[in-house]
């Protein structure tokens, strides 16, 4: 079993930043990636960006590509998102997920943070 507990969401003007967090505890593999998707109202989720658990490789969604970074710190057992640059269309609720295999998110999520990017 893994559980997931993402924090660090808010209200920001656009162009600002947030970082999110997730923490991780549980059968974490360092052979699979762990990520985060979102989910804005009224769309269907989608993939954000993810990471290797024992490091290295990333990938991300074309559109937060150069203004998201994904990050991990396997001492702590957590996975960070930092979001640049934001847009008001980056508003949704987050969500960490593992293990994430090419574009599709594994059995385990977190509740989820809201992001609203105000214009």
């Known amino acids: 079993q893994v559980q997931l507990v993402e924090s660090g969401g808010g209200l920001v003007q656009a162009g600002g930043s947030l970082r999110l967090s997730c923490a991780a505890s549980g059968r974490i593999s360092s052979f699979e990636y762990m990520g985060w998707f979102r989910q804005a109202p009224g769309k269907e989720r989608e993939f954000v960006a993810k990471v290797w658990w024992s490091g290295g490789n990333t990938y991300y969604a074309d559109s937060v590509k150069g203004r998201f970074t994904i990050s991990r710190d396997n001492a702590k057992n957590t996975l960070y998102l930092q979001m640049n640059s934001l847009k008001p269309e980056d508003t949704a609720v987050y969500y960490c997920?593992?293990?994430?295999?090419?574009?599709?998110?594994?059995?385990?999520w977190g509740q989820g943070t809201q992001v609203t990017v105000s214009s």
């Open positions: 997920n593992y293990p994430v295999r090419a574009w599709q998110a594994g059995d385990y």
